[in-house]
């Protein structure tokens, strides 16, 4: 019986569990592009270490090694996978760190001093950062574990006690190859959880597309990882004045089963429906043309068609500014197929005049049916919308016959909207929506696919600001002194090679 339940459980929260309308898949083959810029700002990171002082005396000897700083780091071999379940795993063999620190030495009245040199080798280091969702439904690196060694140092020492400095060196050299394995994790540790979530908080989760419409972007679950990383996100637009607004997903769910490029980006029908219901919420999803704004030629044609209205009229009001309204009157709907996308809309066409000072004399009211195809591209970060009207269809609500005296206006206005109302509606669409990537990596040569229901987009990525960059414009002003929110892993223990 408790198993019973526990699986009707299950079910149940299966089916109330939401849909995305925006997936992201990252494949493999963008991990040597992220490695590699990776690897630049890991090496300017280890360039920063700080290693305490290594004091001592042996017999006779007092020595002190100081200012010890990382000059350059080495790296013959590296490998960046993803790590099931949440991990993005980084591993460096067989590295090697040059170093630069200040020597004294006394022995009885015999003073010596000076810099010297030093490499430390066969360095390896390996750390998984987890990846998750955390409340506010942005990705997170929620935790870092690392393992880090230093086989052996040599150190050229010189001077008036090169002797005794040989004698000492492996002494020494144990020494700090003792502290460095100490503070390479916790350097890797800082990196992953305040610099590199630094740039996570660049990635939009709810923000303003403009002043009337708003996007979400949260993420539904945990990112999951294995030869890809798969992100699920709402992906749902909602009008700005109604913040808690939200459209019921119940279009099909996209699917991601690429591997071919760097990344994929999927959209279902719900992602567009979303959009143009808020902006219908919005009220922004109406015209209205009055006077000079009407076309000249639409104008006369519209004057003569309904002629015998207007000479019905007051004296006072034939020669009255002309006035064209459009307006939306359900929310446009999206169709996504294999052969292309197309949207729906229908709203009322309100034909008047409008005599100063006097309420208008409404002429015709009539319905239009349009069609529109829509062709999607990734620019930047930015998915941009052009349209274009292949339908169009008025008629009248009152009355066939009525209908059939609209057929006259059915070019005229058609060559309207096409000239005055989809230049409009193309200059915001085109403007684009943000995609959810971090600042500084855009989306190149991409290839869009339609498919029952969503589309999808290929591409791959470029850094069109260098990791660091980014990192140091929104590093917390407190980052470099701040310590990360728990306690660093250790460092495997250093190993016994011979220095």
């Given at each position: 019986m408790?198993?019973?339940?526990?699986?009707?459980?299950a079910?149940?929260?299966?089916?109330h569990?939401?849909?995305?309308?925006?997936?992201?898949?990252?494949?493999?083959?963008?991990?040597?592009?992220?490695?590699?810029?990776?690897?630049?700002?890991?090496?300017?990171?280890?360039?920063?270490?700080?290693i305490?002082?290594?004091?001592?005396?042996?017999?006779?000897?007092y020595?002190?090694?100081s200012e010890?700083?990382?000059?350059?780091?080495?790296?013959?071999?590296?490998?960046?996978?993803?790590?099931?379940?949440?991990e993005?795993?980084?591993?460096?063999?067989?590295?090697?760190?040059?170093?630069?620190?200040?020597?004294?030495?006394?022995y009885?009245?015999?003073y010596?001093?000076?810099?010297?040199?030093?490499?430390?080798?066969?360095?390896?280091?390996?750390?998984?950062?987890?990846?998750?969702?955390?409340?506010t439904g942005?990705?997170?690196?929620?935790?870092?574990?690392?393992?880090?060694?230093?086989?052996?140092?040599?150190?050229?020492?010189?001077?008036?006690?090169?002797?005794?400095?040989?004698?000492l060196?492996?002494?020494?050299t144990?020494?700090?190859?003792?502290l460095?394995?100490?503070?390479?994790?916790p350097?890797?540790?800082?990196a992953?959880?305040?610099?590199?979530?630094?740039?996570?908080?660049?990635?939009?989760?709810r923000?303003s597309v403009?002043?009337?419409?708003g996007i979400?972007?949260?993420?539904?679950k945990?990112?999951?990882?294995?030869?890809?990383?798969?992100?699920?996100?709402?992906?749902?637009f909602?009008?700005?004045?109604?913040?808690n607004?939200?459209?019921?997903?119940?279009?099909?769910?996209?699917?991601?089963?690429?591997?071919?490029r760097m990344v994929?980006?999927?959209?279902?029908?719900?992602?567009?429906?979303?959009?143009?219901?808020?902006?219908?919420r919005?009220?922004?999803?109406?015209?209205?043309?009055?006077?000079?704004?009407?076309?000249?030629?639409?104008?006369m044609?519209?004057?003569?068609?309904?002629?015998?209205?207007?000479?019905?009229?007051?004296?006072t009001?034939?020669?009255?500014?002309?006035?064209?309204?459009?307006?939306v009157?359900?929310?446009?709907?999206?169709?996504i197929?294999?052969?292309?996308?197309t949207?729906?809309?229908?709203?009322?066409v309100?034909?008047?005049?409008?005599?100063?000072?006097?309420?208008?004399?409404?002429?015709?009211s009539?319905?239009m049916?349009a069609?529109?195809?829509?062709?999607?591209a990734?620019?930047?970060?930015?998915?941009?919308?052009?349209?274009?009207?292949?339908?169009?269809?008025?008629?009248?609500?009152?009355?066939?016959?009525?209908?059939?005296?609209?057929i006259p206006l059915?070019?005229?206005?058609?060559?309207?909207?096409?000239?005055?109302?989809?230049?409009?509606?193309?200059?915001?669409?085109?403007?684009?929506?943000?995609?959810?990537?971090?600042?500084?990596?855009?989306?190149?040569?991409?290839v869009?696919?339609?498919?029952?229901?969503?589309?999808?987009?290929?591409?791959?990525?470029?850094?069109?600001?260098?990791?660091?960059?980014?990192?140091?414009?929104?590093?917390?002003?407190?980052?470099?002194?701040a310590q990360?929110?728990?306690?660093?892993?250790?460092?495997?223990?250093?190993?016994?090679?011979?220095?």
């Amino acid at each position: 019986m408790a198993l019973l339940r526990a699986l009707f459980l299950a079910l149940l929260a299966g089916a109330h569990a939401e849909l995305p309308g925006c997936k992201i898949r990252v494949t493999s083959k963008a991990l040597e592009l992220v490695k590699q810029e990776g690897l630049r700002f890991l090496e300017q990171e280890l360039e920063n270490i700080t290693i305490p002082d290594l004091r001592g005396r042996e017999g006779h000897f007092y020595y002190n090694i100081s200012e010890v700083k990382v000059t350059e780091l080495q790296l013959t071999s590296s490998e960046l996978h993803f790590q099931p379940e949440q991990e993005l795993t980084l591993q460096i063999t067989n590295a090697s760190l040059g170093l630069r620190f200040r020597r004294q030495l006394l022995y009885w009245f015999f003073y010596d001093g000076g810099y010297i040199n030093a490499s430390a080798e066969g360095v390896s280091i390996r750390t998984a950062l987890e990846l998750s969702r955390d409340p506010t439904g942005r990705m997170k690196v929620s935790n870092v574990s690392c393992q880090a060694s230093v086989s052996r140092m040599h150190a050229a020492f010189g001077g008036t006690f090169k002797k005794v400095y040989d004698f000492l060196s492996t002494f020494i050299t144990s020494g700090m190859r003792f502290l460095l394995n100490q503070q390479i994790c916790p350097v890797l540790y800082h990196a992953g959880m305040v610099l590199l979530n630094s740039l996570l908080d660049t990635v939009p989760v709810r923000s303003s597309v403009d002043e009337l419409v708003g996007i979400d972007y949260s993420l539904l679950k945990d990112p999951v990882a294995s030869s890809n990383l798969d992100m699920e996100f709402r992906g749902a637009f909602f009008p700005l004045a109604e913040g808690n607004w939200s459209l019921p997903n119940q279009a099909v769910e996209p699917q991601l089963q690429e591997e071919e490029r760097m990344v994929y980006v999927a959209f279902s029908e719900f992602f567009f429906d979303s959009a143009m219901e808020s902006y219908f919420r919005a009220g922004a999803l109406q015209l209205s043309l009055v006077g000079d704004e009407v076309p000249h030629d639409l104008d006369m044609l519209l004057r003569a068609s309904y002629f015998g209205s207007i000479v019905l009229l007051s004296p006072t009001v034939i020669d009255s500014p002309l006035k064209l309204e459009l307006r939306v009157t359900a929310p446009p709907r999206c169709t996504i197929k294999p052969s292309g996308t197309t949207i729906a809309v229908t709203a009322s066409v309100t034909i008047a005049m409008v005599p100063p000072n006097q309420p208008e004399v409404q002429l015709s009211s009539m319905i239009m049916d349009a069609r529109l195809s829509a062709k999607m591209a990734l620019r930047g970060k930015a998915l941009r919308t052009q349209l274009d009207l292949r339908r169009f269809r008025i008629y009248s609500n009152q009355s066939a016959l009525e209908s059939l005296a609209l057929i006259p206006l059915q070019a005229p206005l058609k060559a309207m909207l096409q000239i005055g109302v989809m230049p409009m509606l193309n200059e915001r669409t085109w403007r684009g929506v943000q995609i959810p990537l971090p600042e500084g990596i855009n989306f190149v040569r991409e290839v869009v696919t339609n498919h029952a229901g969503f589309l999808t987009i290929g591409a791959d990525l470029h850094f069109a600001k260098g990791l660091r960059e980014v990192i140091e414009k929104n590093r917390p002003a407190n980052a470099r002194d701040a310590q990360a929110p728990s306690a660093p892993p250790a460092s495997t223990p250093a190993s016994t090679a011979a220095v």
